[in-house]
């Protein structure tokens, strides 16, 4: 079946590291990768997407590029803030189960500064 | 532009009480999604409307659970009676449109609290 998988947190780094945030996923076909982004006591925000292999989302400092051949869409960021302290959520979603989202499980990341 | 609007933004209730929350979708979204999300995981799919068409509810737990968007603008989900499992935040998203890469916005959701 189709699935998202990405890497347990927390996640604790000091401000100006480098972030990766792993996720791999299962699915038929030829999904659409996201990155969503939960900051505290507020709703989920599209952080980026990825619609066929090899395009790269972008935004707010962040990157994600759609790997087909390791089936992988990692989460990355160059230097990262107090304020990029949240929970992301990596999904996927096809046409060809209805267009659902299927979420992985989350990763909180904590900055310090 | 205003976002997705839900109310209230949390509840606290005794268990067999109902409870229902509302969500007001962005303008022009004609895809509504209710979702449940529990600590720490990632939100599960209660029900997607297409308009005022129920498409996909299979997940939703129709015993105590219902919804209805009657004008295809805003809906609303119950639970009736509420059980202590209930507790978790309840997240109304919409979208525009179909096709799989549609952006799905998110309202900030109604946490519940069953006591």
């Known amino acids: 079946g189709n699935s998202v998988t990405q890497m347990e947190g927390p996640v604790t780094l000091s401000e100006e590291a480098f972030l990766t945030i792993n996720c791999t996923y299962t699915a038929t076909g030829y999904p659409s990768l996201f990155w969503y982004v939960q900051y505290p006591g507020e709703g989920l925000q599209l952080l980026l997407k990825a619609t066929k292999a090899d395009d790269k989302g972008s935004n707010k400092g962040f990157e994600a590029t759609y790997r087909k051949e390791t089936t992988s869409f990692h989460l990355e960021k160059g230097s990262v803030q107090v304020s990029d302290s949240a929970v992301y959520f990596c999904a996927l979603s096809y046409a060809g189960n209805n267009r659902k989202l299927i979420w992985g499980l989350g990763t909180s990341l904590a900055v310090n500064p | 532009e205003a976002g997705v609007v839900q109310s209230p933004r949390y509840k606290i209730i005794e268990k067999k009480q109902p409870v229902a929350f509302w969500c007001n979708p962005i303008?022009?979204?004609?895809?509504l999604y209710w979702y449940l999300q529990n600590l720490g995981q990632g939100p599960e799919l209660l029900i997607r409307y297409e308009n005022e068409e129920a498409v996909d509810d299979s997940q939703l737990p129709k015993d105590r659970f219902s919804a209805e968007r009657l004008k295809g603008v805003d809906s609303t989900l119950k639970i009736q009676p509420a059980e202590l499992g209930d507790s978790a935040v309840y997240l109304c998203?919409?979208?525009?449109?179909?096709?799989?890469?549609?952006?799905?916005?998110f309202g900030p959701g109604t946490r519940l609290t069953v006591l």
């Open positions: 303008s022009g979204h004609n895809t």
């Open positions: 998203a919409s979208s525009l449109g179909e096709g799989q890469h549609n952006e799905q916005f």
